[in-house]
């Protein structure tokens, strides 16, 4: 609620009182952004509402020259943002079909256009940006090289695209991988630039815009691990290997980890419950030293460490790994469209390590130095 307007003037800083509903965090539930955790541990926002006359006001009471430009610079960033807007709803379906209207202008918010004259490249081949570029105007052709060595190579066409398509895919959003393909205008092209980064922040922000593409997602997931059960097959020891933890670790012991280890496929905002105290273990002299915890190590997109009262206190990216060290109401949460961890219990894992003694110092040294 807004403060009561004093002086009558039609503004305060704040509108006048009224009430607003918000989307976000359900009431008893700590928002995952960073925030004042006094204002809301019970769930909740608080709001500053700043009405268009307050800034003409503010503008117009600027030192003369820096206001006028104050104002031309607000009025061009809406004009901007109110025409990628309407691009967005327009091509909704294309990119986050079902998103609320308050999600594509946060996406808006983050986009850029992209102007490519005809014969010039949207995107290249094994280029490391995963953004999606939505094309409104214009048309291009999808290029794969093809040959033996770098200097003798021929350039095929896949396939054309128009307006309305999406180059890029959002369930690979944080997965580092590699654009399989190049894009060329054909003619001239006006697009919609959307950046992976802030876009996966405007996800986290609303998790539930994803619901559109869920069955896509939970597919890709499906296919993901898929993926894993095969090359675990060929080469068990590989899939942990990736891994920081196990990096350096024998192939023997990798194995019986990969038959101790569990998997989870998440979708975006999806989490793993993180038992509320470790294990308890036998107090022998044998275990005494091996006080670990279970842990969780990220094969897949990027996850986040959440702590009730205390919100996402760690992001970890593929490769990375975490020791769960007692904390209360913990949680592990997908950052990204998709993200595949797998954990070792704490038990188990002291088990296989008693098993293999050469493994144990390299193992304690890097679970001493966490890898976040």
């Known amino acids: 609620d807004g403060q009561e307007d004093e002086d009558g003037d039609g503004y305060c800083g704040l509108l006048p009182r009224r009430r607003l509903s918000m989307m976000g965090a359900a009431a008893g539930v700590v928002p995952i952004a960073k925030c004042n955790r006094a204002d809301f541990l019970f769930g909740g926002a608080r709001v500053l509402l700043i009405s268009n006359v307050l800034i003409k006001k503010v503008c117009n009471a600027m030192v003369l020259g820096e206001g006028p430009s104050a104002r031309l610079c607000l009025e ?10 309407e691009v967005l709803a327009r091509r909704s379906s294309a990119v986050l079909p079902g998103a609320p209207l308050e999600v594509l202008c946060a996406i808006a918010e983050i986009s850029e256009w992209q102007h490519v004259p005809a014969g010039e490249r949207l995107v290249t081949e094994a280029d490391e940006g995963e953004s999606l570029v939505l094309i409104d105007q214009g048309a291009a052709q999808v290029e794969k090289l093809v040959g033996v060595h770098t200097q003798e190579y021929t350039t095929e066409v896949l396939g054309r695209l128009r307006a309305g398509a999406v180059i890029g895919d959002i369930c690979y959003m944080g997965a580092q991988v590699l654009r399989a393909a190049s894009a060329r205008a054909t003619e ?18 609303f998790p539930g815009a994803l619901s559109g593409i869920e069955s896509r997602l939970q597919r890709f997931a499906s296919l993901v691990c898929a993926n894993r059960v095969q090359i675990t097959e060929q080469a068990p020891e590989e899939s942990l290997r990736a891994c920081h933890l196990f990096s350096s670790c024998g192939e023997a012991f990798l194995k019986e980890l990969n038959i101790l280890a569990e998997w989870h496929a998440l979708v975006c905002g999806q989490a793993v419950r993180i038992d509320d105290a470790r294990e308890k273990k036998e107090e022998d002299e044998e275990s005494a030293d091996d006080d670990i915890g279970s842990v969780y190590c990220i094969e897949f ?27 209360p109401y913990s949680e592990v949460f997908a950052l990204t469209p998709v993200a595949l961890i797998f954990t070792i219990r704490g038990r188990d894992f002291c088990a296989a390590l008693r098993k293999h003694p050469s493994e144990r110092q390299a193992i304690l040294q890097a679970l001493s130095q966490p890898d976040r």
């Not at 061009?76 to 807007?85: P, T, V």
């Open 301 to 327: 997109g990027s996850c986040g460490l959440h702590v009730a009262s205390r919100g996402k206190v760690a992001e970890m990216c593929m490769g990375q790994w975490f020791e769960d060290d007692g904390t």
């Open 188 to 205: 001239d092209i006006t697009a919609v630039h959307i950046p992976a980064q802030p876009l996966l922040a405007v996800l986290q922000r």
């Open 76 to 85: 061009a960033n809406c004009a901007r943002i109110k025409a990628l807007w």
